[in-house]
């Protein structure tokens, strides 16, 4: 069975056909940072993971990357001053969002919680691997949409020298309170990259429909 998830997985990422209704969203997570994607197709400086084919890359400033898919968008922000430290984090599900529950794997470990937003919509934020990703989505695309961003998150590799040598040599320029993302956003009701109108603008451009 385990085998059967892991290739609904692989097909999603390879040709974005397989069809993820079927799978819990437990399952989704749970296969996907079990997956050991080894495949890397993006290079940054400290850090690499793979972009899964359907998602197309609008976006990438200073640790903050922007994927764009079918309708929507997606914000994704790598810490990599919080991984340097080594920061632990606990998460307390939430017994009142649509979806909450706390990630870990091996030393890996982050949530994942998902909030009914505005507009029949729903705010996905996933934290994972010193990285975190938001977007807000329609009930019927959250599981392909968690498989997106649980995809990318599990694939990311740090290059622990890169990091503390490009900190010692640049650290003015590492965003160290630019963005918090073991805060969960979803319970203040705002997205922290960009207010409403921005994010309801960009979810309704044609031109970002993939």
């Given at each position: 069975m385990k085998r059967i998830f892991l290739l609904c997985i692989i097909l999603f990422?390879?040709?974005g056909c397989a069809n993820v209704k079927s799978l819990a969203v437990d399952d989704i997570i749970h296969n996907a940072i079990n997956s050991n994607m080894n495949a890397k197709n993006v290079n940054r400086v400290g850090y690499r993971y793979y972009k899964p084919r359907?998602?197309?890359?609008?976006?990438?400033?200073n640790y903050n990357e922007v994927f764009t898919s079918l309708n929507y968008t997606y914000y994704m922000y790598v810490d990599l001053v919080s991984y340097n430290s080594k920061v632990l984090f606990n998460y307390e599900e939430n017994p009142k969002a649509y979806y909450s529950k706390k990630i870990t794997?091996?030393?890996k470990f982050g949530y994942i919680e998902i909030n009914n937003y505005k507009n029949n919509q729903y705010l996905i934020e996933i934290m994972y691997n010193y990285a975190k990703?938001?977007?807000i989505v329609y009930e019927r695309d959250i599981k392909s949409s968690v498989m997106y961003a649980v995809s990318i998150l599990s694939s990311i590799t740090y290059n622990d020298s890169v990091i503390k040598n490009y900190?010692?040599?640049?650290?003015e320029n590492l965003p160290e309170e630019k963005f918090d993302i073991f805060e969960i956003v979803g319970r203040d009701d705002?997205?922290?990259f960009k207010d409403e109108e921005d994010v309801l603008e960009d979810n309704n451009d044609?031109?970002?429909i993939k």
């Open positions: 990422m390879v040709s359907g998602l197309s890359l609008r976006d990438s400033d794997n091996g030393d990703i938001e977007v900190m010692k040599i640049d650290t705002y997205l922290q044609p031109d970002y």
